[in-house]
């Protein structure tokens, strides 16, 4: 039986409506918005060119946000491997408070995988069985993911007031 | 929300704003994209027959259509002004095959409207070199534009690929579409989906399935003496 092709009009919309959204967890991951926005088109190139693939079990967003956390992971890899800090890029940006903020702290902290459950749950609003698609992990997985998050913010924040 | 996470989109909004969609570049995706495909051979989204290349040669001047449409009634008669599909999509088409190396540039006067549906029209249209191809476009609130389209194209039908079949899942809040355009010695088709077996009547050459997408990779065609033709 012949693949789901989701059209270009499809992966077109898609891009044009939520640019921003894939932009900003892009830059998240990889550490600056130049960066970030090569990612997102690495990641809709790939998912054009691999439209084939797609087979309807889920919904088409989700399917594309794996490939462009997945570039955005590769290039965070590429810098890491220059040597450079990409989550203390885009911070150090943010105004003074932001630098003594408890949720700054806690971001740095989170292990890679929460790390990305909360941009994909808090910048790209993403609900949890999309982020368990693009995570590629179990919806069940992806609750005690964030639940763990949250946990250790709450931690965080006691230090901070300590 | 639970008792930290106001206070998680507060605090990653201030540290990240929302950027605005200055950078946003479709064009730049569709050369990134083509850049990769040069790379990789690209490959068909339909079950593949074995006679296409007898039928390339005949080309598409057959008396009443076109050479791909060859066993398929409803698509051999004259187009008229509802078999036209609208430019934009087939520009959008034709560029997106040129980009992904598909088959040749669809024939426009090819074009026929074989299934309208409550929601979707369906078309058989040729391509240049000789392959059949299945446009399934939906519309938006039934306002007679189309808001996403799917398309699968392929070797003319045969008896041993008697059927193509595709599917359209835009997201989970819309039913899948599923469709696909047959010989006329086919009367139902019969494949897996959500758990269970659905056989669809073929009617004037196509069948359409709205509801959970086919889950498993074959298609059962049932010819009219009752034999049958498992593709996939």
């Not at chain 2, 074995?50 to 057959?62: D, E, F, M």
Request: aromatic share 8%; charged share 25%.
């Amino acid at each position: 039986m012949a693949q789901t092709w989701p059209l270009t009009g499809d992966l077109e919309d898609l891009y044009r409506g939520r640019y921003p959204h894939f932009l900003r967890v892009a830059t998240a991951i990889v550490g600056d918005e130049a960066s970030g926005h090569d990612a997102v088109q690495d990641g809709f190139a790939q998912a054009f060119r691999e439209q084939q693939s797609f087979r309807g079990e889920g919904p088409l967003e989700a399917w594309v946000w794996r490939t462009v956390v997945n570039a955005a992971l590769a290039a965070r890899r590429r810098r890491a491997a220059r040597r450079e800090a990409p989550e203390a890029a885009w911070m150090a940006k943010a105004n003074g408070r932001a630098d003594e903020s408890a949720v700054r702290t806690w971001v740095a902290a989170l292990p890679e995988r929460q790390r990305l459950a909360v941009y994909l749950r808090y910048y790209a609003d993403l609900d949890y069985r999309a982020i368990a698609e693009a995570l590629d992990v179990e919806v069940g997985t992806v609750s005690a993911t964030l639940s763990s998050a949250h946990q250790a913010l709450r931690r965080s924040m006691k230090e901070v007031e300590q | 929300m639970n008792d930290v996470e106001p206070l998680i989109v507060s605090e990653l909004e201030r540290l990240l704003p929302l950027p605005d969609g200055r950078r946003a570049d479709w064009s730049d995706v569709l050369r990134r994209g083509d850049f990769m495909r040069a790379r990789r051979r690209w490959r068909p989204v339909l079950v593949t027959a074995v006679i296409v290349a007898a039928l390339v040669g005949v080309g598409v001047a057959i008396a009443a259509g076109f050479g791909a449409f060859n066993g398929i009634s409803a698509a051999q008669r004259p187009q008229t002004p509802a078999d036209k599909i609208d430019p934009k999509l087939l520009a959008e088409i034709n560029a997106a095959f040129e980009v992904r190396g598909g088959p040749g540039r669809l024939i426009p006067r090819s074009a026929r409207l074989v299934r309208r549906l409550s929601n979707a029209r369906i078309y058989a249209v040729a391509t240049k070199d000789g392959q059949l191809c299945v446009l399934a476009a939906r519309l938006l609130n039934n306002n007679g534009k189309f808001d996403a389209a799917g398309m699968g194209c392929g070797s003319p039908l045969t008896q041993s690929e008697p059927s193509t079949a595709a599917t359209f899942a835009r997201d989970e809040s819309s039913p899948a579409i599923s469709w696909g355009i047959t010989l006329d010695s086919v009367t139902a088709v019969s494949f897996m989906a959500g758990g269970h077996e659905v056989t669809v009547p073929v009617e004037n050459n196509v069948w359409a399935y709205e509801g959970a997408a086919p889950t498993h990779g074959t298609l059962t065609a049932h010819f009219k003496d009752g034999s049958t033709e498992t593709i996939g």
